[in-house]
């Protein structure tokens, strides 16, 4: 791969990577009067944030495990932190939200956190698509598994039942490709009336909890796309002028990372789980000066590199495992197609191989997708309450006790 400007910059420290907008915020400051601690504790706490959103994502760039299950986890964890170290910052400036010229940034980003729920939804959707698939997988393996020392004779039946998981499994994945992102199947995983929270079985209920965020209790419809979805998460995110940092101490820095943040980390989503109309050409355009910026626009490089490789442009995700999935699937049905009885000892090699890299992709999947739900459900749980508080500190803003 070549080497990008992150690489060659990853061992730099912050300090030398020039001073901070914040710095210059403050020095004009300092030029213009004098500043009460309190005000300087704020400037600390943001600094802490853009350093902390810096190494967060400095650490997943530098991992070679890229679109795996446990780097969508590791992801999803820096996007709580960062999301969580952002709430506290809100609430402790909670007067300030609803005066220009914070108010439009605010609410431009309590906007795009309510089309981040649908990607939430549409990925719990994906995942539940790649359960069925993995449902398959170990079909296959339990027919052919040689396991108990190769004493057990692998017949015509076992190769039948495999060669229609087999096939199932093609179908279903050949399904989701056509369809971009959306099947028959998934489409009825979609309509499935469920929701992040408790299982309810009153409609009048789902509607009274849910208000006005449709998001909060039904998953994504037919004609929902991921890709329109990313572009309105986008749209108008530009970063804050010199003026407009120094007027909102800080803060309207803090917006940004934040929005730049959230879009990234829902583009990642859609980038490596199936959901409907998977769109990847999603612009970002992040000024190079904010160091956290760096190793987010190398890990958007390397996933469009990704993309574009031949064996992955009509997959119908870049997780690491789905790939897996249609390689040795795709190995497997070639060699139930070609068997012929008795086996030699040189197929029945072949085929414990097979069986032996299928089992290594279901037992990741069955020890990454639940964690994973649960991740994103919280993603979920933690947008809904930064958006309430952050909203009920404009109403405060606006109606001062």
Not at 53 to 65: I, M, Q
Not at 216 to 231: G, M, N
Not at 324 to 341: C, G, K, N, P, W
Not at 389 to 395: A, K, N, S, T, V
Request: aromatic share 6%.
């Amino acid at each position: 791969m070549p080497t990008t400007e992150y690489q060659q910059g990853s061992s730099v420290s912050l300090a030398s990577l020039g001073r901070s907008i914040l710095s210059m915020r403050r020095d004009q400051i300092h030029a213009m009067d004098g500043i009460h601690d309190s005000s300087s504790a704020h400037d600390l706490e943001l600094d802490s944030f853009q350093k902390q959103v810096f190494d967060r994502f400095h650490d997943l760039a530098a991992s070679d495990d890229v679109l795996s299950l446990s780097w969508i986890r590791r992801l999803l964890d820096a996007f709580l932190s960062c999301q969580e170290d952002f709430r506290s910052i809100l609430f402790s400036r909670r007067m300030a939200l609803s005066r220009p010229p914070l108010d439009r940034p605010i609410a431009d980003f309590f906007d795009r956190s309510v089309k981040a729920l649908d990607i939430c939804n549409a990925i719990r959707d994906g995942i539940e698509q790649i359960r069925q698939w993995q449902k398959h997988l170990e079909i296959v393996v339990c027919a052919l598994d040689a396991g108990d020392g190769g004493r057990r004779p692998l017949g015509e039946g076992q190769f039948r039942r495999s060669k229609k998981a087999l096939t199932d499994l093609a179908i279903l994945m050949l399904d989701e490709k056509d369809a971009g992102g959306g099947s028959s199947s998934s489409s009825a995983i979609a309509h499935r009336n469920r929701s992040f929270g408790r299982n309810n079985t009153s409609k009048d209920h789902h509607h009274r909890s849910a208000g006005h965020f449709r998001s909060l209790s039904w998953s994504v419809s037919r004609a929902w796309s991921a890709a329109r979805q990313l572009q309105a998460i986008g749209n108008n995110l530009a970063p804050p002028k010199n003026n407009e940092i120094a007027a909102t101490g800080g803060l309207a820095l803090a917006v940004f990372t934040m929005s730049s943040v959230l879009l990234f980390v829902m583009w990642a989503l859609v980038a490596a789980i199936p959901c409907q109309d998977r769109g990847l050409h999603t612009h970002f355009s992040l000024p190079r000066q904010f160091p956290w910026a760096v190793p987010i626009l190398s890990l958007h490089e390397r996933i469009l590199e990704e993309s574009k490789k031949r064996e992955r442009k009509s997959s119908s995700g870049l997780l690491r495992e789905i790939y897996q999935i249609e390689r040795y699937s795709r190995h497997m049905t070639e060699l139930a197609d070609t068997v012929q009885f008795p086996l030699t000892e040189e197929r029945l090699s072949e085929v414990r191989q097979g069986v032996k890299e299928l089992r290594r992709v279901c037992d990741a999947l069955k020890e990454g997708l639940d964690p994973l739900e649960r991740l994103v459900r919280d993603a979920f749980h933690r947008i809904v309450r930064s958006r309430t508080e952050g909203l009920d500190g404009l109403g405060k803003g606006n109606n001062p006790e």
